[in-house]
């Protein structure tokens, strides 16, 4: 049986990839205030510590030798396919990793930077990592799109319709 933050994790994809199907590429790399961030930047942040925190998951560092975090945030024109594999990629290493995962290994310690924590602390910090970031590429996401934005979640003024069907939650089951 899968870890219950497995829905979690997807949630958060699902917001972060219905976010950047509304945008263009200038707006996924456009920096918005000096040394800020662009959307490009987050996915290629979010890609990298993904990438480094859940490869060999139980087994080694989450902080991996050859990860360049610094470079993530360098600031660029990114390619939208180039994001979109590394950020599939990541997902996936993250999905199989957190699959394998059985319920009697959540209290096994993983080390991430040189400190001790179960497993079970090790997936909470990277889900509040990730929704951290998916709060961020949203807002930017609201803001480029001003009136044109199509809601992800639940509309204001819809809460009672969508409660009668909860359909994100019901697709990530």
């Known amino acids: 049986m899968p870890l219950p933050i497995l829905i979690e994790f997807k949630r958060y994809k699902a917001i972060v990839d219905k976010t950047l199907e509304q945008l263009s590429d200038a707006q996924l790399n456009h920096v918005p205030y000096p040394d800020g961030n662009s959307i490009a930047m987050i996915i290629r942040h979010l890609s990298g510590n993904l ?11 989450g902080e991996k030798a ?22 599939e990629a990541a997902w996936a290493i993250l999905m199989r990793a957190v699959e394998s995962v059985e319920l009697e290994a959540v209290n096994t310690f993983v080390v991430i930077r040189g400190i001790a924590l179960t497993a079970e602390e090790a997936l909470n910090r990277s889900a509040s990592h990730i929704a951290y970031h998916a709060g961020q590429i949203v807002l930017l996401g609201r803001m480029y799109q001003g ?16 409660n009668a069907n909860p359909t994100m939650e019901k697709s990530l089951k």
């Open 66 to 87: 050859w990860r360049n975090r610094e470079q993530e945030f360098a600031e660029g024109v990114y390619d939208r396919k180039e994001l979109v594999k590394n950020w």
């Open 51 to 61: 990438t480094s925190r859940f490869t060999d998951f139980l087994t080694s560092d």
């Open 147 to 162: 009136e044109d934005w199509e809601w992800i979640t639940i509309p204001r003024g819809k809460s009672a319709e969508y």
